[in-house]
């Protein structure tokens, strides 16, 4: 079972997403180059937002400094010596991660853990402190069969939201490798790219009458676009994280929590906004069109409406909903349709879908996963 949501939303001059270069992102596609927006950027503000909507719900941390900078203070709070605790915190460390620790503790590449994770690991330092020695009985521990089938009873729940929804690679074998449920394109403008150079000056403050001139000159370049946003969710992978069961046992798992991440995580789509220089260009915007589809055919994104880039005139946000829709329904025409279709749009559009409020559209198609 799949959900998967379209997004058709317009940003005025903004620089939504930067390269190494800081010019604002490309991609070809079709018939021209467009501006787009990484899955990587999407989904750092999208985990910022889900944070915020369910704070009752544990995350993780993505960091190279989990071991000392969570693990070692909290068992020092727990009552192990942080001399003891300094001591046992990178063979902690090298026996969890295999490969690529530093001296002391840190890693040498970020890795998302969850804060449940870190509440085991301490309790393994505070259990091993009370014996007479704590680095031989840690090591121990951490070698035995029963101690590898602890960490993996502590299921993938245990690595957080974040993961969850967007999974964990990891390289060792005592920490659960988390697949995401939650696959998410890049967005692109709908139309070609069309950016222009941002000059701008800084005047010093302090200049006399016969200081003349700028105190700093710089360019940046800026954009404008109506891009299209699709995400595709694999409903029983995503139950699976976040309760522990087997993906197919999703159906007989409580749906409350699932069902309030996966409406917290539409809401986030349409509403959270990415963007570098919001000081100067305050890049917020809300999706004109939500469209929403659950069903168990394998997910197909609506791109290929957008192969002939839509030309710059006019209403671009109701030719690409038209546009969108009607290759929709060629899909239908050659597929048959098969999904339960849910939308919500701003636009005045001809379709047999009947448009409705983004909050309804997203319980009738919690409900039609859960049917």
């Known amino acids: 079972m799949f959900l998967q949501i379209h997004t058709l939303t317009a940003y005025p001059a903004s620089l939504l997403n930067r390269d190494d270069a800081g010019l604002a992102k490309r991609i070809p596609f079709g018939n021209a180059t467009r501006l787009r927006v990484s899955s990587q950027c999407l989904k750092r503000h999208w985990r910022e ?83 007479a020695d704590p680095a031989k009985a840690l090591a121990e521990r951490l070698k035995s069969k029963d101690e590898k089938q602890n960490l993996a009873a502590m299921s993938k729940a245990a690595a957080g939201l974040t993961a969850a929804l967007f999974g964990r690679m990891v390289t060792s074998d005592l920490l659960a490798r988390v ?46 676009g109506v891009y299209y946003g699709y995400v595709a969710v694999d409903v029983p992978l995503l139950v699976s994280n976040l309760t522990g069961c087997e993906a197919k046992e999703w159906r007989q798992q409580d749906s409350a929590t699932p069902a309030r991440v996966l409406g917290a995580l539409v809401r986030s789509i349409v509403q959270q906004s990415p963007g570098a220089k919001k000081g100067s260009t305050a890049p917020y915007a809300w999706a004109d069109l939500l469209l929403l589809e659950a069903g168990t055919a394998q997910p197909r994104s609506l791109a290929n409406a957008f192969l002939e880039a839509v030309p ?33 749009t701003t636009l005045s559009l001809s379709s047999p879908l009947a448009a409705q409020p983004v909050e309804n559209a997203v319980r009738a198609a919690l409900d039609a996963l859960w049917a």
């Open 312 to 344: 710059a005139k006019g209403d671009v946000r109701q030719q690409a909903a038209e546009r969108m829709l009607a290759y929709l329904g060629k899909l239908d025409a050659m597929y048959g349709a098969n999904s339960q279709r849910q939308l919500a």
């Open 179 to 224: 697949d995401a449920p939650v696959h998410v394109a890049h967005a692109f403008t709908v139309h070609a790219s069309n950016t222009e150079m941002d000059y701008f000056t800084v005047v010093d403050d302090l200049n006399r009458d016969d200081e003349t001139g700028a105190a700093h000159a710089n360019q940046s370049e800026l954009g404008a």
């Open 49 to 131: 937002d889900l944070t915020r909507q369910l704070p009752d719900l544990p995350d993780g941390l993505r960091t190279r400094s989990f071991f000392t900078r969570t693990v070692l203070p909290r068992a020092v709070a727990a009552g192990v010596s942080e001399a003891l605790a300094s001591a046992l915190i990178e063979p902690l460390a090298k026996a969890v991660i295999d490969g690529g620790v530093k001296e002391g503790g840190d890693l040498n590449q970020p890795v998302l853990f969850g804060l449940r994770e870190a509440d085991y690991f301490v309790q393994m330092l505070v259990d091993a402190s009370r014996e």
